[in-house]
Nanobody
């Protein structure tokens, strides 16, 4: 069974850092474009970042360029989202995704896309 499991969420003060992990099972994550999305209460889910299979080329939405980085560890079948200088507006549930298409400016979600269960990130001022 193909599954994604996020971890690493938590509560931090503004300016703090967190690293989210997305561990895949049932498929090799390095053979897939992987993405991160987030959804704040009352808002639509928005794309945050993604990493392209094979090349490991990375893309970010403009609001997180610089403070956020995305990477993968093939041995652990895990993709990471490193978030620095977090601000209250970064508060959201963060989801990782697989089997979509990562491109400059977004991540195309296909019908057979795989999603994790979400990790809560709360940033207080």
């Amino acid at each position: 069974e193909v599954q994604l499991m996020e971890s690493g969420g938590g509560s931090v003060q503004a300016g703090g850092s967190l690293r989210l992990s997305c561990t895949a099972s049932g498929f090799p994550s390095d053979d897939s474009d992987m993405g991160w999305f987030r959804q704040a209460p009352g808002n639509q889910r928005e794309w945050v970042s993604c990493i392209v299979r094979v090349t490991d080329l990375t893309h970010f939405t403009d609001s997180v360029k610089g403070p956020f980085t995305i990477s993968r560890d093939e041995d652990k079948n895990t993709v990471y989202l490193e978030m620095k200088n977090l601000q209250p507006e970064d508060t959201a549930t963060y989801y990782c995704a697989a089997a979509g298409l990562c491109y400059r400016g977004g991540y195309f979600v296909k019908n057979d896309n795989v999603w994790g269960q979400g990790a809560q990130v709360t940033v207080s001022s």
